[in-house]
């Protein structure tokens, strides 16, 4: 891996953590709020997709996914779209997969158990963390 490259990565991780370490903090306090919640997991999300909140479109789970690999893989966000299926008879796309593995992850690094089918129709980041919500309060 390129130095830039994992220089960019190790950041991204520490932003990620900083914004679990700020909603534990909180919920531990006491002064844990629903907002706080959909402020800091839509930073933890952007960290995650190495994404600045300027490239950030809105807050939509599938678009900010196709946004990450668009980045990622240096092409046009339309490009992405259905256009990359797996060979696989499980159909899953790239952006599927991010967005699977970006709830397995939050509920890991949130010590939270997430409904599966309620997490994997969450369409934003806001309904994602209210899903979190829901187990930390």
């Not at 903090?25 to 706080?36: F, N, V």
Request: with cysteine.
């Amino acid at each position: 891996m390129k130095p830039e490259a994992k220089k960019k990565l190790l950041a991204s991780r520490q932003i990620a953590a900083a914004q679990v370490a700020a909603i534990l903090a909180k919920r531990d306090s006491g002064t844990l709020t629903q907002e706080d919640v959909r402020q800091h997991l839509l930073e933890y999300i952007l960290a995650k997709y190495m994404l600045d909140k300027g490239e950030a479109e809105n807050r939509n789970l599938t678009s900010l996914a196709e946004q990450s690999l668009a980045k990622i893989v240096k092409i046009d966000k339309e490009l992405i779209g259905n256009a990359d299926k797996s060979p696989t008879c499980d159909g899953a796309s790239s952006v599927d997969m991010k967005l699977a593995l970006l709830i397995a992850a939050t509920q890991k690094e949130f010590g939270v158990k997430l409904n599966g089918i309620e997490a994997a129709f969450a369409e934003t980041s806001d309904d994602l963390a209210d899903l979190v919500w829901g187990q930390l309060k």
